[in-house]
């Protein structure tokens, strides 16, 4: 059973840091790229970033870019998306997806629970 456990969401202040974790289990990890998505209240779920299986290829939505890095440890099958600069509008329940082929921004297999991040004013 794949299991993927989104962790580190929280409340922090503008202009903030937050780092999210994502424990995978039940597949093999180092063969599947790694997606971040959000979805805020009322609003459709989005893509965030992606990182390839080997930790190559990257991609961030534009709202994102330089702000946010995502990385993982494919040892400990584990994504990372570490958020700096925050902004209320990145408020949102953050999920973790794997994908079986490619960097994608769509049609991820499996996904996380979510955990929530709020960003005050």
């Known amino acids: 059973q794949v299991q993927l456990v989104e962790s580190g969401g929280g409340l922090v202040q503008a202009g903030g840091s937050l780092r999210l974790s994502c424990a995978a289990s039940?597949?093999?990890?180092?063969?599947?790229?790694m997606g971040w998505f959000r979805q805020a209240p009322g609003k459709e779920r989005e893509f965030v970033a992606a990182?390839?299986?080997?930790?190559?290829?990257?991609d961030y939505a534009d709202s994102v870019k330089g702000r946010f890095t995502i990385s993982r440890d494919n040892a400990k099958n584990t994504v990372n998306l570490q958020m700096n600069s925050l902004k209320p509008e990145d408020t949102a329940v953050y999920y973790c997806?794997?994908?079986?082929?490619?960097?994608?921004?769509?049609?991820?297999?499996?996904w996380g629970q979510g955990t929530q991040v709020t960003v005050s004013s």
């Open positions: 990182l390839s299986s080997r930790g190559i290829i990257t």
């Open positions: 039940g597949l093999p990890f180092s063969s599947h790229a």
């Open positions: 997806a794997a994908r079986r082929t490619g960097v994608a921004r769509y049609d991820y297999d499996y």
